[in-house]
């Protein structure tokens, strides 16, 4: 027996098996999941395992590495999170999310920083040896919401499409507050005397940690573009690339301390589009299906270690700091979404209402982040107070916040998720909208969203898309191929079921193979997802309108409203056409 | 800049995104990799690597790790070699695979490992230090096929299937004897005196380690299916499954000292069948990209390192050591295959032709897996020697054998690997036989390979099938809903094109939505790349058997026998059965 040779992958294997095991182990009964978030059961899981582990070794089980949890856990999360990110509603609230992420943030650093310190200057609390510096550097790590923790519960609860891009865009942009903060107050706390050139340096740090992270993960992902133009005929390491240069992007943030998180985000974001156009259909399924199985795993291992690293010697208990703590982690949290709120409101059409910021304030989870944050710090005689402070707040969010938040978005009737797609005449009302009040901005010369977008837009279809994508002779009138099609598809139907009382003319019959061929060069440059959606919409969208307005429904008596008179309807129009 | 703390991560990232982009680089010129394999271009971009690594450093590039190549490199591209295995031409050929894989392994060393000792007799080459043992044990590792080199020379040479089977089984299954061999001489060398005791534990150490390998493999392939049937509810995390009992079961055997190849192997083609059964479409899509790529992208990184690994100060050069080990590994190689092909031909029907043997000869292949056992050799005064040797023949057989095998197929009229899918009549009559020749020797009481295959096919539908699959509830009579299936197929395009004069009878109008519930049902149950194989077969072939045969043709005018007029008749034939 050699088990130290295979020890490091048989064990780290072992772990992902545990972890996938227990993902199966709570869906083989389908009540618990539905009650219970899945992040709740892999921690007491992780609880459960850390017991027997100190149990039976009497000494702390492993705790999660930081190391390993920043630059294997976390990346495949947040590129599953970037990647998949709806942009619209992201860009169109991307100024609360913002204000949120980086005042918010800022406003729960000092709030919670400050009412600790005053907390510590109570004599019987004996706490007066924890500096402000300390405090300040805890309510750094300990303000951040974290975006793991809250995708795990959002996903679940399927709050509307706003709120939940509020929370959880808040979650990954508040990480260059944090680690421009946190590195700051770290800093200051070994300085011996802190002058006023550091503070402004470390208001100027943060836009350079956030704006360059941004600009690494942009370039990385134009480049990751750019490097699938020439992949089409070893098809087989496309997926590869999508991964490679976001975990570049990623590594190379982190190298120059800037915003990791930031740069994967964007990497994805910018990549998505361009990279989708290049690569196989199969390659795009493995990419997504291979991120999400990745990001599900990571996240498991990440709340079954936060389990594990409960247990264990590494706490120094004190009731009051400790529940003070959590106390001020909720009234900051609540008192800074009731203001910012209120601005946001002051300068919007569409407002939050209070139901929306009563569950920002409370789906502020922190999570994996602060732990790691806390097991970084620099040894000092609190250090193990802080980490059993920080350990009962993640409990506490996850816990007690993450089952009641589905019961309460239930007992206060947020507006959910809508289920079904929008319609196309939404879609087409919307592009209008786009384009009308891009035009209105440009003309009355104010440069807001709507203007940006179209400049954005034009700049991409004039440059990038031409040295991005590898077929860029895209067929303008895509949307008249699709009807043609979507018709003879109708047609097929309608004959299948014996309603086609008559032969067409013989030269459809022959073109019928020069059709068949643009159908698959349309198939074939049109984004083959979008072309789906587009399908089914219009397969479900385009009688509906038949149905409901009654200027296309005169010609037909109203007992003939069944599908197979509509398909009826659409092969006599085409005949009268032809 | 803190580039310590992401050096791990940020270098494996780099050398996997060098070895995609060689490999992008390579198939830009669509002539370069139709002349040279692919594998002799990686090494040579590995060796120009080294140079500069080597030139800037002034000391030896890295060598490529043992343990890395071992637990990292090497099961990928077993594991997608396993779960790709034709199994048919495989299990037929089974007997003359292990002979080659077996005797023609232990033939090899010992060939090689004496008569070099000759050579070391001969004192003008200064070699009488190297003992008989060290000879054998250098006869060992340098004897062994290497999987890898093979596969990558000859997926691009596209001999006949039985021809390929031979010499890539062997590469994979002499893996037990080339352990067992190996650590018999390291350990020998390190003895005192051996017994004769030691030499037969040796023997019975063989049948251990490959036997083992096996069944672990089984085991953890078992396993691995009977978990895919609870994760219906988590699609996501089924790859990741197949990934991680196939790893379990390489790290395990190895950990038992078994053959960690022979393992992965079995544990792949044990899996495949039921876990494709249970996984999703989608999932099993990202399984079988995600292998190959992950092969591709291992077998990249193994020439590209055997490349840089080449060039430093490792190496210890004595011309007679060096040409004898290239010349003698040809020349026992090739009498092997003469010798045991006399024998496979006496006792076989299918005769293994001359050329066949030639190119068996000539495709025994040595790589990496050569190269990482000499470097674990235990260090003694001509290990370089040993190196040196070993890199020259990797080299001479990648290089001159890898780029010349391919005219030398041709100029030989090798016969190839046919284009086109087996026609419905070769597999109905395949079947046939395999079910008669299963009866025949069920009758006369001789048990031979058709008997165990249907009795292990009774086995696995009686009890395995049970027991692995979720669904099991399999329509026994597939080929008829199969055939529905088409018909109405048909019926749609004949009547697309306008064909169809007259309509159906109002019940099959009704059925419509029966038979679309059993389709998808079809669908659910049948394995679907055979559906699709099943459904191109018989719309290629029904019509041609009809086309050709003169008896199915009597009612149809010769000049009606285009496409339209067979879909015709199906569709008379069908109203006369109704």
Redesign the interface.
């Known amino acids: 027996?050699?088990?130290q040779?295979?020890q490091v992958?048989?064990e780290i294997?072992?772990w992902?098996?545990l972890a996938?095991?227990a993902?199966?182990g709570f869906?083989?009964y389908?009540k618990l999941p539905s009650v219970v978030p899945e992040s709740c059961l892999l921690i007491f899981v992780g609880l459960i395992m850390g017991g027997i582990i100190y149990g039976l070794n009497d000494k702390s089980p492993p705790v999660m590495d930081s190391?390993i949890f920043f630059?294997?856990l976390l990346p495949p999360i947040v590129l599953d999170a970037g990647y998949f990110m709806p942009s619209r509603p992201f860009f169109e609230n991307i100024g609360t999310i913002l204000l949120y992420a980086v005042v918010g943030t800022i406003w729960n650093v000092f709030g919670i920083g400050f009412s600790l310190y005053g907390i510590c200057q109570v004599k019987a609390f004996r706490l007066q040896d924890v500096s402000l510096l300390h405090n300040l550097l805890f309510g750094s790590l300990i303000a951040a919401v974290d975006p793991v923790a809250v995708l795990a519960v959002f996903e679940e609860i399927h709050v509307n499409e706003k709120l939940h891009i509020l929370v959880f865009g808040e979650s990954l942009l508040n990480d260059a507050v944090t680690v421009v903060l946190y590195k700051l107050f770290r800093s200051f706390c070994e300085m011996p005397a802190i002058k006023s050139v550091d503070v402004f340096a470390g208001v100027g740090t943060f836009f350079v940690v956030g704006l360059g992270g941004v600009l690494v993960g942009l370039t990385f992902g134009m480049t990751a573009a750019f490097?699938t133009r020439?992949?089409k005929?070893?098809r087989?390491?496309e997926?590869?690339?999508v991964f490679?240069y976001s975990?570049?992007s990623y590594?190379?943030a982190?190298?120059?301390?800037l915003s990791g998180i930031m740069a994967i985000v964007a990497c994805a974001m910018g990549m998505k589009r361009y990279v989708e156009a290049n690569i196989s259909l199969?390659?795009h399924?493995?990419v997504k299906?291979?991120m999400?199985?990745w990001s599900?795993?990571s996240e498991t291992l990440i709340f079954i270690f936060l389990g594990v690293s409960t247990i264990g010697e590494n706490h120094e208990w004190n009731w009051p700091y400790i529940c003070f703590t959590v106390i001020f982690c909720l009234i900051w949290r609540a008192l800074g979404v009731l203001v910012l709120t209120f601005f946001v409101n002051r300068f919007h059409v569409n407002t939050i209402t209070s139901k929306d910021q009563f569950i920002i304030a409370y789906g502020g989870l922190r999570g994996a982040i602060c732990f790691s944050l806390v097991f970084l710090l620099p040894d000092f005689h609190r250090k193990k107070l802080f980490i059993a402070a920080t350990t009962v707040v993640i409990l506490f969010t996850v816990f007690i916040q993450g089952m009641t938040i589905r019961p309460l978005v239930d007992l206060l009737a947020v507006k959910r998720k809508r289920e079904s797609a929008p319609t196309v005449g939404e879609q087409i009302h919307i592009r209008f909208l786009d384009h009308l009040l891009a035009g209105i901005e440009d003309i009355s010369g104010h440069w807001g969203q709507y203007y940006w977008k179209d400049k954005l837009e034009y700049f991409n279809s004039k440059y990038l898309q031409k040295i991005l994508l590898r077929e860029y002779d895209q067929p303008k009138s895509s949307i008249v191929l699709l009807y043609e099609k979507l018709e003879?598809k109708h047609?097929?139907e309608l004959?299948?079921?014996?309603q086609?009382?008559h032969?067409?003319s013989?030269p459809?019959?022959l073109n019928?193979d020069r059709t068949v061929i643009t159908d698959k060069k349309l198939e074939d440059t049109l984004d083959l997802d979008v072309l789906e959606n587009i399908q089914e919409i219009l397969a479900r969208n385009l009688y509906r309108i038949r149905r409901t307005g009654p200027a296309y429904n005169r010609h037909t008596l109203p007992g003939e409203t069944e599908p197979m008179g509509h398909a009826k309807e659409i092969l006599i129009l085409r005949h009268k056409s032809l």
């Open positions: 027996l050699d088990y040779h295979v992958p048989f294997t072992l992902i098996m996938s095991l993902k199966i869906h083989l389908n190391d630059l294997y490097t020439f992949t005929d070893i087989v390491i997926p590869l690339f490679l975990y570049l590594l190379t982190e190298m120059f301390h199969k390659s399924t493995t299906y291979f999400k199985m599900s795993v003879r047609a097929i004959a299948e079921a014996g086609l009382g032969a067409p013989h459809s019959l019928n």
